[in-house]
């Protein structure tokens, strides 16, 4: 299953809305898409899984949705640690996939 | 709080073998989850290389399967990853992570990656 993000830069202030996009090549089924935040020098952060569900400490103001190919990471307001890189993954078949990638950077 | 964490040679040449080793400290390698290894070329994204489970059994991606070999050692709490022939396309930076019953089989834990380059 191919996993396209985009925008593949988001150019946001501080505050704002960010809205990322992850669109499968087929359905995934079961719910199994999850999104991760990478920031430089660490290994990725799990951000949500079963497509909305926020995992251990993230805060409420990152949320997932969607349904069959179309999914949707939500940032309502940005802090200065998000302006970072973000992945969406499925895990519905093998092998298992990755989007390219999202950079949320300060405009 | 479960840690991983990769080590191995910053540098192989190619047609070489790379081989990485990740080490699991605040847990068990030995229970219901599976062990993967994941890479990220440089300014791409990442690429799930395959997984272990503590009896031996492994999945890898069919992208890699000719090259690809991972093993387990109970005894260490380690993982390990073998990549052989490599090219300049096998650069990157390398990661382990846990795949786990607990968030729905997604990778909860990951380590903090280590950098290998193809080169000569």
């Known amino acids: 299953i191919v996993l396209t993000q985009s925008p593949g830069t988001l150019s946001l202030s501080p505050g704002e809305r960010a809205t990322l996009s992850c669109k499968a090549s087929q359905s995934i089924s079961s719910r199994y898409l999850a999104w991760y935040q990478l920031k430089p020098g660490q290994g990725p952060r799990l951000l949500i899984y079963g497509v909305s569900i926020r995992a251990t400490g993230i805060p409420d103001r990152f949320s997932g949705s969607g349904s069959g190919t179309d999914f949707t990471l939500t940032i309502s307001r940005l802090e200065p640690e998000d302006f970072v890189l973000y992945y969406c993954q499925q895990y519905t078949s093998s092998p298992l996939t990755f989007g390219g990638g999202t950079k949320v950077e300060i405009k | 709080q479960v840690q991983l964490e990769e080590s191995g040679p910053g540098l192989v040449k190619p047609s070489e073998t790379l081989s990485l080793t990740c080490d699991v400290s605040g847990g068990s390698i030995i229970g219901g989850d599976w062990w993967n290894w994941v890479r990220r070329p440089p300014g791409k994204g990442l690429e799930w290389l395959g997984e272990?489970?503590?009896?031996?059994?492994?999945n890898y991606n069919p992208s890699l399967k000719s090259r690809v070999t991972m093993s387990v050692d109970t005894s260490k709490n380690q993982i390990s990853l073998s990549l052989r022939s490599v090219t300049a396309a096998d650069t990157g930076v390398y990661y382990c992570?846990?795949?786990?019953?607990?968030?729905?089989?997604?990778?909860?834990?990951w380590g903090r990656g280590a950098l290998v380059t193809v080169s000569s």
């Open positions: 992570a846990r795949r786990t019953y607990a968030t729905t089989w997604t990778f909860d834990y």
């Open positions: 272990i489970y503590h009896t031996g059994t492994t």
